[in-house]
């Protein structure tokens, strides 16, 4: 196999420092990464692991909100008392993914770093895959795509972003805190992905040597609901997932906000649904009618148009949770 | 000996391999180390269809000491002897590196040897094979065709048309009817050990270690390969991971890995990887099934029609006799089935289980229930009325069945005459509720099994058979218990290697009814042997208790054989079937198969096109049942399995590339824990089947995983309304059925 160098970063500086280095990745839980490297979807010369920088592993209280280390374990966060009372679709996203056993290793801050699942992109003989070999094409625009995007995409790529905590986090407004040694930079989880008509061959916006070190929330979002829907009940990826967050005037919204994962390369916000949704009473015919506005640019590939159908159900049902919470 | 004074056989054993598996101290094929042994990894061919032009391995040579690349020109070509041996046990006729010629995506067309596994995985990635490309076939659209009796024996397994009666003017006349056609995907066993051989030549002889399910096959296979005499050929498995079918027959890896190892000298190791499993290995095809069903206003059918298509490779058919179903299920004077292949350029499909009556109760439990419903009948009542009371094909009594009172006992645990009406509302879910018949025919294997007895009073099975996991190690030792009056503790046994009392095969539930029934027959024999030397009648000796008894005289064991000089007693025994068969289904005129009803709640989200199982009762008749433990294993097993065939599991191709797409466990659903309720209703009806053998016993492997696809399936029809035809049924064909889409 592919020899490689193994670090231990002993302070942030440090771990950017290595990180920048050519060949480099950072090693968190390695949940994703050491598959990458048994597949071939990545072969670093240096593993740079970031498992003591202890500060990274708490989660604190800040101005109006929580900052939550990006070394925090899926398990630990899904279990905080303040996430489970004050962010219950954060929670249940993250204690919907994977496994036990994974969600005890995993951590939060390599959570959205994780890359598609799309059967072509993870083969070990890759033929046609522009996040493997730009330019090369993509195979799933017209093989297999049941369980492709349905918003955003391009014939060159059709894959999905499959984090289930990056969609409780988009629809709850989260800023993914990054350090580099030319400083600080917070990039809305919202916009933490890349759209295929930016760039096919890319999966976040995290540049080299840049240091995810933790991830802020702030209002408190107790009517809330993250639904996810797929084939078995446990350790699986969604085929389509819907995270509602609610500001309730008794029956009336104040204030929504809708985010869908697995239909897009990114946690994809229901923008237009949520300004139709302000004023709106819970249970009345406005929500449909509001969710259908959501879906007007959703375009289904030749083997997904159920997609469209499940994720606008998800959504309304998410609301309908998210009211009972 | 009588059933009703069982005592070690039908108590709840736990696995005598289960400690050491737990501990992790059972060795398997793979984890076999031999000195100086060599790694292997196999190239594969990228494409499905075309030639292997040439092969650079400079670069793989160049990364380090002792790398071996091998090539077709370099392994020995099949010795005649290879063309005695059918197929299967054979798996395939065709052995990749004989020559230049891509039939298959992900065939071998090179192998890479070294020292360790992690430079074998490297320099196999540095090897560059340059192909001619031909035009692909994709089996799935091709015209059926008749199979070729040229291209294998799976094809003379079965009838591939037969009729009785007259079928399609009964179909025309009857006033009830239905005509659909069911589909489902390839699927691929996935069992948790990859197939892995460690072969080793020395002094002009052969020994592998290797992953299968019988032993014999693999020893007779490799020494035709090779033109050795069979004697030269050793053969080990301990322990077989689960195969579920894709282990039965003799795959090319395992030749290869035999070949590479004679060409080089050295022991070489091959560990199948979860990849390689989809392509070096079989799997259930990809089938079609044309069902016509009629009957009369009361119910009684009047034509089954089953015309079955299954995908196969362009080099052996490979037939999936689903149509087993209408000629055995239910009684009726009209039946026609058919059976057609559909060649292409993809690896060969295989027996997985359960084969033929899986696929085939499928098709067939969820068209009756069309039929049911179209003549306005309770489906269970349905299937009483249609009650083969003999063996529809032939018209012969069956070994023993007692489905009616499977029936009976299941619909009383579930409360099928008083459920709800489907449909019914709880939250978000609508209950539904949905039975089929579980049925499978039953194989007999010619089995040998060797028992001795010693003068400790304690006792030593020996047989080839494979332990895949399912416990026929832990139940001929409680049938030789129970049989020589001992405790379980007393009695040994070894088994998984050449040696020994040649085993059937494990597959075709057959393990325990055709090896069990050679341990009875070899503990009578001991039996009697020491009746006669004690010069008492055998029918009057009893053995019980680590003693010997007539009336009221009793000697300990150890005394009896003292008395007759004798340090142990061994005997050996063959369950030999009429007519020197090596494979029968049933004996003469007394034709076996298993049975069982199942029962299913499931809840189905019409909004979310989501299904999940709320409960389900299962109720079998397959003769005595020697340990309730493993029985009920091997039952929730196969409903787990049904559940996978019917709600996700299936392997596509790429429609162009001719791949499996997703090859790993983490890109294919199969059910998980969450999936199944704890508590399923698993019992059996007390039988004793003496026409299938001796011990009473019939196979539950198989029946288990038969009838759930279409108990599920009836029960969504019940929930919803909606009938589909397509397995598995997901979200996507809920929401399309119920016209949400
Ligand atoms: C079988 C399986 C099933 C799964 N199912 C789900 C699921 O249902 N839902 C779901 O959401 N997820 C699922 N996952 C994904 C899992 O949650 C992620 O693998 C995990 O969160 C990644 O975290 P990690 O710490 O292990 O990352 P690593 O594997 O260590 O790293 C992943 C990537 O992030 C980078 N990285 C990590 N930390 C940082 C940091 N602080 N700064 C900069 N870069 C960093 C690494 O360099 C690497 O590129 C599954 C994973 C597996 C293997």
């Known amino acids: 196999m592919h020899n490689f160098v193994y670090e231990r970063a002993n302070s942030a500086d440090n771990a950017m420092d290595l990180g920048h280095r050519d060949g480099a990745a950072i090693l968190a839980g390695g949940t994703e990464l050491l598959n990458w490297m048994r597949i071939g979807i990545e072969s670093p010369d240096l593993l740079v692991d970031i498992r003591d920088l202890g500060h990274l592993d708490r989660i604190e209280e800040i101005e109006g909100g929580l900052r939550i280390g990006a070394l925090c374990r899926l398990n630990d966060v899904a279990c905080h008392p303040a996430i489970k009372r004050d962010f219950p679709v954060l929670s249940s996203a993250i204690l919907q993914s994977a496994s036990a056993q994974l969600r005890n290793l995993a951590t939060i801050g390599g959570n959205p770093l994780q890359r598609v699942r799309c059967p072509y992109f993870r083969e070990e003989t890759v033929n046609a895959c522009n996040k493997r070999h730009a330019g090369s094409g993509c195979a799933a625009y017209e093989g297999h795509n049941e369980r492709m995007a349905i918003f955003g995409w391009t014939p060159e790529c059709v894959a999905v972003q499959p984090s289930d905590p990056a969609v409780a986090f988009a629809a709850l407004d989260a800023v993914v805190i990054v350090q580099s040694t030319d400083g600080t930079r917070r990039i809305p989880m919202r916009e933490f992905h890349v759209l295929p008509d930016e760039d096919p061959s890319a999966h976040s916006v995290l540049g080299r040597g840049e240091l995810i070190t933790g991830i802020e929330i702030s209002t408190p979002a107790p009517h809330s609901a993250y639904l996810k829907v797929r084939e078995r009940q446990s350790y699986e990826y969604a085929l389509v997932s819907a995270a509602v967050t609610l500001d309730l005037d008794g029956e009336t919204i104040r204030n929504a906000r809708i985010a869908l994962g697995s239909v897009a390369m990114r946690p994809w916000r229901l923008l237009a649904t949520e300004d139709l949704l302000v004023g709106k009473r819970l249970g009345s015919k406005d929500i449909a009618e509001a969710v259908d506005a959501g879906f007007a640019e959703a375009r289904a590939l030749s083997g997904n148009a159920y997609k469209i159908t499940l994720a606008r159900n998800a959504a309304l049902r998410a609301i309908e949770l998210a009211s009972e919470n | ?76 070509r099949l010795h005649p002897d290879l063309d005695n041996i059918t197929v299967p046990p054979l798996a395939t006729r065709h052995i990749p590196m004989q020559d230049n010629l891509i039939l298959y995506e992900g065939q071998v067309v090179a192998l890479v040897l070294a020292p360790s596994l992690a430079l074998a995985t490297e320099a196999a990635k540095l090897v560059k094979p340059i192909y001619r490309t031909h035009s692909y076939i994709n089996p799935e659209h091709q015209v059926p065709q008749s199979a070729d009796p040229a291209r294998g024996n799976y094809s003379g397994s079965g009838p591939l048309d037969w009729t009785k009666g007259t079928p399609d003017a009964a179909y025309a006349s009857a006033p009830h009817k239905v005509k659909s056609i069911y589909t489902q995907p390839s699927r691929h066993a996935n069992a948790m050990e990859p197939s892995a051989i460690v072969a080793h030549w020395h002094d002009g002889q052969l020994t592998v270690w290797d992953s299968m399910q019988h032993i014999s096959s693999v020893q007779i296979t490799l020494a035709a390969v090779f033109g050795l005499s069979i004697e030269d050929v050793r053969v080990i498995a301990p322990h077989t991971g689960g195969g579920f079918g894709v282990k039965a027959f003799v795959w090319p890896h395992e030749i290869l890995a035999a070949m590479a190892s004679k060409v080089c000298g050295k022991a070489v190791k091959f560990v199948l990887t979860r990849q390689h499993m989809y392509n070096m290995v079989g799997y259930q095809p990809q089938m079609t099934q044309h069902m016509a069903l009629a009957c009369d206003e009361k119910g009684q059918l009047a034509a ?5 298509e299954n995908v196969t490779s362009l080099t052996d058919d490979y037939v999936e006799f689903g149509s087993a179903a209408a000629r055995s299920f239910y009684a009726c004077d009209n039946i026609s089935i058919s059976q057609r292949v559909k060649r292409g350029n993809i690896n060969l499909p295989t ?17 009756l229930d069309e039929l049911a419903h179209e003549a306005g009948i309770d489906p269970l009542d349905m299937r009483i009325r249609n009650h083969a009371d003999t063996e529809p094909q032939t018209g012969e009594p069956w070994s023993s069945k007692m489905l009616l009172e499977c029936y009976e006992e299941g619909a009383r645990r579930f409360g099928w005459r008083t459920r709800p009406e489907g449909g019914t509302r709880d939250g978000y879910w609508l209950r539904g509720f949905g039975m089929a018949d579980c049925s499978q025919g039953q194989a007999r294997f010619q089995s040998s099994a060797g028992l001795t007895l010693t003068a400790e009073g304690t006792a030593h099975v020996a ?33 998984g290697q050449t040696g020994l009392p040649a085993a059937g095969p494990t597959y075709g539930q057959s393990t325990t009814i055709s090896t069990g029934n050679a341990v009875l027959m070899a503990a009578r024999e001991i039996k009697a042997k020491l009746a006669a030397h004690l010069q008492w009648p055998v029918a009057e000796t009893v053995m019980e208790d680590g003693c010997i008894r007539r009336n009221n005289e009793r000697l300990s064991i150890k005394d009896a054989m003292k008395l007759m000089g004798m340090q142990e007693i061994a005997s050996e025994s063959t369950f030999a079937l009429p007519g020197g068969a090596y494979v029968d289904m049933g004996a003469p005129g007394r034709p076996a198969r298993s049975f069982g009803a199942l029962f299913v709640e499931v809840l189905v989200d019409p909004d979310l096109g989501l299904v999940r199982l709320r409960r389900a009762t299962g109720v079998y008749s397959a003769g005595r049942i020697l340990n309730p433990l493993t029985a009920r294993s091997q039952i929730t097993g196969g409903i787990i399995w049904g559940w996978g065939m019917a709600t996700m599991e299936g392997s596509h191709l790429d429609p162009e590339r001719g791949r499996w797409i997703s090859r790993d466990l983490a890109g294919v659903p199969i059910p998980v824990n969450a999936d199944i309720p704890a508590d399923l209703d698993i019992s059996f009806v007390e039988e004793f089947d003496h026409e299938a053998g001796p011990l009473g016993a019939r196979g539950i492997g198989e029946l288990a995983a038969t009838g759930v696809a279409a108990a599920v399936g009836n029960a969504i029809f019940d929930a919803t309304g909606a009938r589909l035809h397509d397995l598995p049924i997901t979200p996507d064909k809920i929401l399309g059925a119920l016209r949400l889409v």
């Open chain 2, 351 to 367: 027996f997985m289980r359960a084969p033929w009556d899986g696929p085939g109760s499928w098709a067939l439990g969820s068209a």
């Open chain 2, 304 to 308: 089954i029609r089953q015309d079955v």
């Open chain 2, 1 to 76: 000996m009588s059933h009703q004074e069982s005592s070690v056989i039908s108590e709840k054993v736990t696995r005598v391999d289960g400690p050491s598996k737990v501990r992790g101290e059972a060795r398997y094929a793979g984890d076999q180390k031999v000195d100086g042994q060599m790694h292997a990894v196999p190239v594969l061919a990228t494409i499905p269809a075309g030639e292997l032009e040439s092969i650079d391995a400079k670069q793989a040579l160049a990364l380090a000491d002792g790398i071996v690349v091998l090539t077709a020109r370099d392994m020995p």
């Open chain 2, 463 to 495: 047989s080839s058979f494979c332990d895949m996991g399912t416990g026929p190690a832990t139940i001929f030792r409680q049938v030789a218990a129970e049989a020589l009056g001992l405790p379980l503790s007393a009695v040994t046994s070894d088994h």
